[in-house]
Nanobody, 119 residues
Framework: QGQLVESGGGLVQAGGSLRLSCAAS????????MGWFRQAPGKEREVVAV????????YYADSVKGRFTISRDNAKNTVYLQMNSLKPEDTAVYYC????????????WGQGTQVTVSS
């Protein structure tokens, strides 16, 4: 059974940076599209960034474009989210998820990591 474990969250001041990691196990990582999502208190979960199996194609939500970078290392079964110029509105629980390219939904989800940006 596939498992995703996020790490790297924490408390940071506005304008600072954090790098989230998501380590995968129990699945053929290089076959999966990987996504980062976030959910703030009282809000719906939203997609932040997505990367295809090879890393050759990425998508970013408008709210993070130019500040966040998604990347992956298939040799390490890990996907990353580099977050720069953080804003208080980036405060949320961040989740990684894995999806086969043909799937209509994400098959695996991590437990989430808290990111808090103070003003």
């Amino acid at each position: 059974q596939g498992q995703l474990v996020e790490s790297g969250g924490g408390l940071v001041q506005a304008g600072g940076s954090l790098r989230l990691s998501c380590a995968a196990s129990g699945l053929t990582f290089s076959s999966y599209t990987m996504g980062w999502f976030r959910q703030a208190p009282g809000k719906e979960r939203e997609v932040v960034a997505v990367i295809n199996w090879s890393g050759g194609s990425t998508y970013y939500a408008d709210s993070v474009k130019g500040r966040f970078t998604i990347s992956r290392d298939n040799a390490k079964n890990t996907v990353y989210l580099q977050m720069n110029s953080l804003k208080p509105e980036d405060t949320a629980v961040y989740y990684c998820a894995a999806s086969l390219p043909e799937a209509l939904a994400y098959d695996y989800w991590g437990q989430g990591t808290q990111v808090t940006v103070s003003s």
